[in-house]
């Protein structure tokens, strides 16, 4: 059986079977969507940390307990460096990763894909409910009007757009990249919001209604609060509102935009809890005429990107004010001229197509609202880091889909056959190319290599293939890198500090400290360019204590905390060395205050705790080890010293009780086994312990390959 559609000439013309109906089913795509949009990124799910992972996965504080939630809005996401980045909702979905994964990478891996499938699936939706009124127009300009409104017609446009924009490899480094989570968490939200809304508006029930717009309204905040470019999709919700959007009123409208309103002066205020930033008051380097340019250099970067995405890679650019300075910066300054060209192209095609009268004009101008609307942020008109980035492309580039899709639409029913069969091709070769640039994120040492070898050759990637040779012991090659790195900045602190680093390991201690010496004393002038500069006054008093000279070690850090206050790391370390030294009250008098001040930071209150517990305080140290072992769910040193205090003190089914928790927490961890039976060996508990040596051996047997291979 078939399904007839008129024709211009009025007669009835078969065209599709019916069998397509089990496909233009919601559930049918949605689920379609989801395994193209899994099998395109699986390289990158076994995938180590890379590059940012190491301290938002790794090491991030705010991320190890649920007793962060609502502390995660009163901090930047970044600690201790120049980034302003308020982006909360990130640091929450990381914490219920932790919760379900604890450190296994894979799952912070699955849960960033899961969230971008997600985005797709909300974006066929969204899409399909716009398109309709999109698409409506008079018989005059379309004579089969009737197929390009069709339900089935809706559908497959809404979800060739969000096919294509889930296999696009544009978004690798917002989906295989764990820190680049926020922009599929402000896609989700924020795509989620307008559905809640429009769904709102079909509910009869008016208390059903105002809860369904009340957790639009919550989804719109969150948005904004994974990422900043959540605004852009309030912007774009009222574009619509005004400019499509026809049966509503216009007072309803205003109503609305009220509340839009309201949603951003919540986010404002959200965005005072955690203080000012820290990022130096620096002139800007570009004029207004040069930022003109720029406009039109990324314009063009980006639209070669959605058509031709070659040489994908995190550190692109469009500026270098060093271009003339060698032969390659030169050839480099003629490209991004080629850009600006191609931008210039890519605008007036945007303005001439959309001009054009025709079936599918609305669509065209909504998607080039939609385009624009989130390019501006990004376009260059304010300063940023970075003149172009591939992750920004992630909202825009549903305008640009959305944009081709009305081009289409206006083909003869002949053509529009041939776009699909387009289309179906360039989801093949785009997944292709998804395929091989998820492979990017395997480690750090392919990814830098990778990166260099397509083009992004800049001082961080250099400097991170350094520190990835290091890192396996390759001290030598990391050597080699360091010393370009810092050939190529003689200032950066890093890269001085990385290859000290690497000089020590090398045994090359003298160079090492010289350069270590040298890095101290021009923090005073680096560090209002350079975060973290405190890290070199760090490792050379890690040098002074491995020569034992401890004196020499102490004045250091206490001369660098002066200049740092406040940074753990120059605290902590002065603390051991003191508590090394048997100054136990000294290292108590540094450890309090911070701990006190920071009651989220799990390692400051370990500290105390063992601090105390030396002191003979063993009350204040089970109360400060109590409180470190709420800080992070999977951590177990808290816990192992509660038991091992409680053993000391005959306290020992306090101390069971700890350790259990601790075995809970860490079920496949021998030692864990191992304390516990000790415990219940005094206990006169003589056949569980028994049982409990008898699981340390079990998995002692699990994690040795001669005995597991027996």
């Known amino acids: 059986m078939t399904e007839a559609i008129p024709t211009e000439g009025g007669e009835v013309k078969p065209t599709l079977p019916l069998y397509f109906g089990c496909v233009r089913a919601d559930w049918a795509l949605c689920f379609l969507l989801a395994v193209l949009g899994f099998v395109v990124r699986l390289p990158a799910l076994s995938g180590e940390p890379v590059w940012d992972d190491d301290y938002l996965v790794r090491t991030n504080p705010f991320i190890k307990s649920p007793l962060f939630v609502l502390e995660v809005f009163r901090h930047y996401l970044f600690q201790d460096t120049f980034s302003a980045h308020y982006r909360p909702v990130q640091n929450l979905s990381y914490m219920a990763d932790y919760l379900l994964w604890n450190n296994n990478f894979y799952g912070f891996h699955l849960s960033s894909l899961l969230l971008h499938v997600g985005g797709g699936i909300l974006l066929y939706l969204l899409v399909r409910k716009l398109i309709a009124t999109l698409l409506q127009t008079e018989s005059s300009l379309a004579p089969d009007s009737s197929v390009i409104q069709s339900p089935f017609a809706c559908s497959l446009v809404a979800f060739l757009v969000a096919l294509l924009w889930v296999v696009h490899p544009v978004h690798s480094a917002a989906v295989d990249y764990v820190s680049g989570r926020a922009d599929s968490l402000a896609f989700l939200l924020g795509c989620g919001g307008w559905l809640l809304f429009l769904k709102g508006r079909e509910l009869k029930s008016r208390h059903l209604r105002r809860a369904m717009w009340g957790l639009a309204w919550l989804s719109g ?56 930033d820290s990022i130096p008051k620096t002139p800007p380097e570009t004029t207004p005429a040069l930022r003109a340019v720029l406009m039109l250099r990324s314009l063009g970067d980006y639209g070669r990107l959605m058509i031709f995405p070659t040489k994908l890679h995190m550190e692109r650019t469009v500026y270098d004010p060093k271009s003339f300075q060698s032969d390659q910066g030169r050839r480099n300054a003629i490209e991004h001229e080629y850009l600006s060209l191609l931008g210039l192209v890519v605008l007036s095609t945007f303005i001439a197509l959309s001009m054009r009268r025709s079936a599918g004009q609305r669509l065209r101008i909504f998607g080039a609202f939609w385009f624009f ?338």
């Open 221 to 276: 905040l969150l948005a904004l609060c994974s990422r900043e470019n959540g605004s852009v999709w309030i912007a774009i919700f009222l574009i619509h509102l005004f400019a499509f959007e026809r049966p509503m009123k216009l007072a309803q409208k205003w109503v609305v935009t009220f509340f839009c309103l309201a949603m951003l002066a919540g986010y404002c205020g959200l965005r005072t809890l955690p203080g000012p």
């Open 373 to 710: 609307a989130a390019y501006l942020p990004i376009s260059n008109l304010i300063e940023l880091n970075a003149t172009v980035a591939e992750h920004w492309l992630y909202l825009p580039s549903v305008g640009f889909l959305l944009f081709l899709a009305g081009c289409a639409v206006d083909l003869p029913m002949t053509w529009r056959r041939v776009s699909i069969a387009c289309a179906c091709v360039a989801v093949v070769g785009l997944s292709v190319r998804t395929i091989e640039r998820s492979s990017d994120w395997i480690s750090n040492e392919v990814f830098a290599r990778r990166t260099i070898q397509s083009g992004g050759a800049t001082l961080r990637v250099v400097l991170l293939l350094g520190q990835a040779y290091a890192t396996r012991g390759d001290y030598v090659a990391a050597e080699r890198l360091l010393r370009r790195a810092l050939e190529l900045s003689p200032g950066y602190p890093t890269a001085r500090n990385n290859l000290a680093d690497a000089l020590v390991h090398e045994g090359k201690s003298k160079e090492a400290e010289a350069l270590f010496v040298n890095a101290t004393e021009a923090a005073h002038e680096s560090r209002k360019e350079y975060p973290r500069t405190w890290i070199a006054a760090l490792n050379l008093s890690q040098l002074r204590h491995k020569a034992h000279d401890d004196a020499g070690a102490i004045a250091l850090l206490e001369k660098a905390r002066q200049d740092y206050p406040g940074t753990w790391e120059l605290i902590g370390a002065e603390s051991e060395l003191l508590r090394e030294t048997d100054k136990v009250e000294m290292s108590l008098a540094l450890i309090r205050p911070f701990a006190q001040d920071n009651w989220w930071h799990y390692r400051a209150w370990g500290a105390l705790g063992r601090l105390l517990a030396q002191q003979g305080d063993v009350q204040g140290a089970m109360n400060a080890l109590r409180h470190a072992s709420w800080l992070d769910i999977h951590e177990t040193a808290a816990l192992n010293l509660m038991a091992l205090i409680g053993m000391h003190e005959n306290q020992l089914e306090d101390a069971c009780r700890t350790q259990r928790r601790a075995v809970a927490r860490q079920p496949n961890e021998p030692r864990q086994y191992l304390l516990l039976s000790n415990i219940l060996d005094r206990m006169g508990r003589t056949d569980e312990a028994q049982a409990a040596l008898a699981q340390v051996s079990r998995l002692r047997s699990l994690t040795d390959p001669k005995t597991a291979s027996n």
